[in-house]
């Protein structure tokens, strides 16, 4: 009799288990841009690396990628990638540095916007978030693709930032095919100062605040992490979905984030952000009146729909808000 009930125990258990959550999760890269795309995965500390850490993406296409229920990292999409006669895979943006497609344990070298995830934290609850705390080269959109527990937004950068990035921050190269800039890097990179870089004597919140380079990102994507201490309008929690990660989207055409619009905010924002980006586009942002950046500030709580009253402007600016 105690065989059985043992054996009953067990048969209990592994069946519970079965339906306990513990199934992986799915990550689905889609990219909407009009090239190529390689997107990069790499695990957190003490997290054991995912079957694949990096792959081809063609325009269009979109790939889904099983993550453990409680991995940690990041991912990002590389640019204008080649491999050289010799066999050795480089990219111009987003590069790993192992000479391969698959990234192999390495991060991105800045500039790159990253998703950030930690799954299965704290109450369960799914922390995640786009950080251009190391620079942008792509719109990025992460949506998770249900609500659930938690807040579930969605969050990123919609627009194509790099040919409105200050001069001093923007990155170009030959590789690009004479399109001008490629990345826009943080001013912690460009400039090593331990002001930007949230280091040394500024290594607190109390002691480090946004700069005008980091509110250069911040007005035109609020919902990103702009410097090292933006938590309060940048992190995202959900639990128990799947989610899409969208490399250059289309916010005018999606319906989700028409749900998620809130009322009498987007027009200020754009018009601040434009305002702004129209004046320190092509010119250091070091002039930008206190004032004015107190008060753009006050309206970049979150708020993420940069809708159809968008487009018109910013086609004129010379931008795309698909990243094309």
Request: hydrophobic share 35%.
């Amino acid at each position: 009799m105690d065989h059985l009930l043992l054996s009953y125990t067990l048969f209990i258990l592994i069946s519970l288990s079965s339906f306990s959550g513990v199934e992986p999760i799915t990550f689905k890269f889609i990219n909407k841009c009009r090239h190529t795309i390689w997107p990069g995965l790499l695990s957190g500390a003490g997290t054991a690396q995912l079957p694949t850490t990096g792959f081809y993406l063609s325009s269009g296409k979109s790939r889904a990628v099983k993550i453990p229920i409680s991995w940690s990292g990041r991912v990002w999409g590389r640019t204008l990638c080649t491999q050289d006669s010799t066999g050795k895979f480089s990219c111009v943006t987003g590069d790993c540095g192992s000479g391969k497609v698959e990234c192999l344990g390495s991060g991105a070298q800045p500039p790159a916007t990253l998703a950030e995830f930690t799954l299965n934290g704290a109450d369960g609850l799914d922390f995640y978030d786009v950080s251009l705390v190391d620079g942008y080269n792509l719109p990025m959109l992460v949506i998770p693709k249900k609500v659930t527990r938690g807040g579930c937004g969605a969050t990123g950068c919609l627009i194509d930032l790099n040919g409105a990035c200050p001069k001093e921050l923007k990155l170009s190269a030959a590789a690009g095919g004479g399109k001008g800039a490629v990345a826009c890097r943080s001013a912690c990179e460009a400039f090593g100062d331990p002001r930007f870089c949230c280091s040394e004597g500024y290594a607190t919140p109390d002691t480090c605040g946004p700069s005008v380079y980091s509110l250069f990102f911040k007005h035109a994507c609020p919902r990103s992490y702009s410097y090292a201490y933006d938590d309060k309008t940048s992190t995202y929690n959900c639990a128990g979905t799947d989610y899409d990660i969208i490399f250059c989207p289309l916010p005018y055409t999606s319906q989700k984030l028409l749900a998620l619009r809130k009322d009498g905010v987007e027009l200020p924002l754009v018009n601040k952000t434009m305002m702004y980006l129209r004046s320190h586009g092509s010119s250091s942002p070091g002039v930008v009146q206190h004032q004015f950046l107190a008060g753009a500030a006050s309206i970049c709580n979150g708020n993420f729909a940069l809708l159809a009253t968008f487009i018109a402007p910013v086609t004129n600016f010379g931008w795309s808000l698909s990243g094309r």
